[in-house]
């Protein structure tokens, strides 16, 4: 941690960098995601709408924070070099933009560094391994739209870069709807119960919807003409990007669903070998002691001892007939 910090202290005094502000609240938010929200809401309920909403809310104090702190010791705004008084639209916008840019920052290493404590501490891997994996593929996504046209500088059109950033994870979230939707409702509700036809539909359905909305956000004013003649020829490339979601999401589902059968397999076998061996035992057990009285009660014939005898031969068969009658 201490080496850690370091980077972040070298990186943070930086003149091309940021300023220390941004690095104080996302260590903070850090802390009370690992340490707060994800152990209370997680580990134990998986309460995921508490969780979300919960986060937020820490975000956008945390945002609101580094906003107060900007001003109070006059650092250099995020993205704005040289900006003017800021009005209240604007502030609400930088808030938002911070709020954004500590969910994409905080969440993910969180969950990462979750996944590695409880790997190296319990030696197992956890849910926090798959919910890392799946963060860190969309941050992958998220990063390669942002460096694609339209090219806007963050120091000269600030807000059209925001517009971008924001536009660019709505359109990622839509794309990636087809792996989640259906993943987890899709396939398990509809193609599981051979209704065939209804899973279809809905892809169409959704299809439709994705393709309408890309058309819609293209055509906003806020782009030039070349802008979107431009977008919209991506069209084509973003339809293939989308079969390919739902190919991986195809597999996913049946990975994940090989994997439980295969668990629940190892499972029933291992309950039907305990079974066995408790019933080997269960007959095993009165033939050994039915041996063992009759050893014994030759032991008291011969020793002359007719009440140990008898005595034992009612015992034997008391449990022969509690044992087989």
């Given at each position: 941690w201490l080496s850690g910090y370091s980077v972040v202290y070298f990186v943070v005094v930086h003149q091309y960098f940021y300023n220390p502000a941004l690095s104080i609240t996302l260590i903070i938010g850090f802390y009370a995601n690992v340490y707060w929200l994800i152990p209370k809401y997680l580990e134990n309920g998986k309460n995921w709408l508490k969780y979300a909403l919960l986060t937020s809310i820490c975000l956008a104090v945390l945002s609101i924070l580094?906003?107060?702190?900007?001003?109070?010791?006059?650092?250099?705004?995020?993205?704005?070099?040289?900006?003017?008084?800021?009005?209240?639209?604007?502030?609400?916008i930088l808030i938002?933009?911070?709020?954004?840019?500590?969910?994409?920052?905080?969440?993910?290493?969180?969950?990462?560094?979750?996944?590695?404590?409880?790997?190296?501490?319990?030696?197992?891997?956890?849910?926090?391994?798959?919910?890392?994996?799946?963060?860190?593929?969309?941050?992958?996504?998220?990063?390669?739209?942002?460096?694609?046209?339209?090219?806007w500088s963050p120091e000269h059109e600030?807000?059209?870069?925001?517009?971008?950033?924001?536009?660019?994870?709505?359109?990622?979230?839509?794309?990636?709807?087809?792996?989640?939707?259906?993943?987890?409702?899709?396939?398990?509700?509809?193609?599981?119960?051979?209704?065939?036809?209804?899973?279809?539909?809905?892809?169409?359905?959704?299809?439709?919807?994705?393709?309408?909305?890309?058309?819609?956000?293209?055509?906003?004013?806020?782009f030039s003409a070349e802008q979107t003649s431009a977008l919209m020829g991506t069209i084509r490339q973003d339809v293939l990007f989308i079969l390919a979601i739902l190919l991986a999401s195809i597999l996913y589902r049946f990975s994940v669903d090989w994997f439980r059968h295969e668990e629940l397999r190892k499972g029933l076998e291992s309950?039907?070998?305990?079974?066995?061996?408790?019933?080997?035992?269960?007959?095993?057990?009165?033939?050994?002691?039915?041996?063992?009285?009759?050893?014994?009660?030759?032991?008291?014939?011969?020793?002359d001892s007719p009440a140990t005898a008898g005595s034992l031969a009612k015992l034997g068969g008391m449990m022969h007939y509690m044992l087989e009658e």
């Open positions: 580094e906003f107060l702190l900007e001003h109070f010791f006059k650092l250099m705004p995020v993205y704005i070099n040289g900006r003017t008084q800021e009005t209240w639209l604007e502030a609400a938002c933009a911070f709020t954004f840019v500590k969910g994409l920052i905080i969440t993910p290493l969180s969950f990462l560094y979750k996944f590695t404590r409880d790997l190296i501490i319990l030696k197992k891997v956890t849910v926090f391994a798959e919910i890392s994996l799946h963060m860190l593929i969309i941050g992958m996504l998220y990063t390669l739209s942002m460096i694609t046209p339209p090219y600030p807000l059209l870069f925001l517009f971008k950033a924001a536009y660019k994870f709505f359109l990622l979230a839509v794309h990636l709807s087809f792996f989640y939707l259906n993943a987890f409702w899709f396939m398990p509700k509809f193609l599981a119960k051979k209704r065939y036809v209804t899973y279809f539909f809905a892809l169409i359905l959704l299809f439709a919807a994705s393709i309408a909305i890309e058309s819609v956000i293209y055509q906003l004013p806020v309950d039907k070998l305990s079974a066995e061996l408790k019933f080997l035992q269960f007959q095993v057990h009165p033939h050994f002691l039915f041996n063992t009285i009759n050893n014994i009660y030759s032991l008291a014939m011969k020793e």
